[in-house]
Nanobody
Framework: QVQLVESGGGLVQAGGSLGLSCAASGNIFSINTMGWYRQAPGKQRELVATITSGGITNYADSAKGRFTISGDNAKNTIYLQMNTLKPEDTAVYYC???????????????WGQGTQVTVSS
């Protein structure tokens, strides 16, 4: 079993900052990539940012310059620092991990339960 436990989020005014964290635990042999996705009401889930175990990052255009993703491989944890938040950033933010549970396992996608981020105007 693998669990992704998210923390952070909440309500903030436009222009403010919030931080999210996600810790992966359980049967983990190796993690390839972890990241954040978000889903606003009535919209599809979309990429926010990802980071590989080697530290390579990828950001959605909407996140570039405002959000920073970082990771701690020893803790199987990633962080998302969100600055200059806008009302359109309001969404449920989901943690994602692509990992193998055993050396012989295939790479598998796992999701957290999601955490609400609300930005008021």
């Amino acid at each position: 079993q693998v669990q992704l436990v998210e923390s952070g989020g909440g309500l903030v005014q436009a222009g403010g900052s919030l931080g999210l964290s996600c810790a992966a635990s359980g049967n983990i042999f190796s993690i390839n990539t972890m990241g954040w996705y978000r889903q606003a009401p009535g919209k599809q889930r979309e990429l926010v940012a990802t980071i590989t175990s080697g530290g390579i990052t990828n950001y959605a255009d909407s996140a570039k310059g405002r959000f920073t993703i970082s990771g701690d491989n020893a803790k199987n944890t990633i962080y998302l620092q969100m600055n200059t938040l806008k009302p359109e950033d309001t969404a449920v933010y989901y943690c994602n991990a692509i990992l193998r549970s055993r050396i012989w396992s295939s790479w598998t996608n796992y999701w957290g339960q999601g955490t609400q981020v609300t930005v008021s105007s």
